[in-house]
T-cell receptor
Framework: EDQVTQSPEALRLQEGESSSLNCSYTVSGLRGLFWYRQDPGKGPEFLFTLYSAGEEKEKERLKATLTKKESFLHITAPKPEDSATYLCALGDYGQNFVFGPGTRLSVLP | DAGVIQSPRHEVTEMGQEVTLRCKPISGHNSLFWYRQTMMRGLELLIYFNNNVPIDDSGMPEDRFSAKMPNASFSTLKIQPSEPRDSAVYFC????????????FGDGTRLSIL
């Protein structure tokens, strides 16, 4: 059974203080590793898809990386508007899809 | 472009009543997903459709839950009879090609069963 864990559960940063969020997974045949952002009262918003170990993708202050066992979401010089819950999810070749529990990020001005 | 549209946004009803949640996917998307989100269990995939056909309903918790997709632009999730433990936020999402394409989510229906 595919499993996804995320750490830390919650993270508080000062504006400009860079950090990383972790997504660890076990899967029988990774098809894709996804990162989403969720704001309170809203549905998750797609950020990135990573397909193979060594792949990296960037968008503004966010960079996602992938290894065979985990993915990191690096946040460089965050701003208060980056505060949200960040979810990772994975799909396998059996058409299974599972979300992790998320990391709640707070960026203080 | 219009995103995924869900209705109602909030629903409060009494235990035992039938609840119907509605979803209009993004035009042109051929995959539709229903999720449930709670504090305890996070975001759980209940069922998904490809080309209006249910592909995997293994996440549907009980026979009280049913989902239909009569055409490419409309889907319903029904709970009958409802129970207090069904209280959650229910999300609908759509994609252009199954679970391994980016999914676009609606803003959810917050369901409270009294």
């Amino acid at each position: 059974e595919d499993q996804v864990t995320q750490s830390p559960e919650a993270l508080r940063l000062q504006e400009g203080e860079s950090s990383s969020l972790n997504c660890s997974y076990t899967v029988s045949g990774l098809r894709g590793l996804f990162w989403y952002r969720q704001d309170p009262g809203k549905g998750p918003e797609f950020l990135f898809t990573l397909y193979s170990a060594g792949e990296e993708k960037e968008k503004e202050r966010l960079k996602a990386t992938l290894t065979k066992k985990e993915s990191f979401l690096h946040i460089t010089a965050p701003k208060p508007e980056d505060s949200a819950t960040y979810l990772c999810a994975l799909g396998d070749y059996g058409q299974n899809f599972v979300f992790g529990p998320g990391t709640r990020l707070s960026v203080l001005p | 472009d219009a995103g995924v549209i869900q209705s109602p946004r909030h629903e409060v009803t009494e235990m035992g009543q039938e609840v119907t949640l509605r979803c209009k996917p993004i035009s042109g998307h051929n995959s539709l997903f229903w999720y449930r989100q709670t504090m305890m269990r996070g975001l759980e995939l209940l069922i998904y459709f490809n080309n209006n056909v249910p592909i995997d309903d293994s996440g549907m918790p009980e026979d009280r839950f049913s989902a239909k997709m009569p055409n490419a632009s409309f889907s319903t999730l029904k709970i009958q009879p409802s129970e207090p433990r069904d209280s959650a936020v229910y999300f609908c999402a759509s994609s252009s090609g199954g679970v391994n394409q980016p999914q676009h989510f609606g803003d959810g229906t917050r369901l409270s069963i009294l």
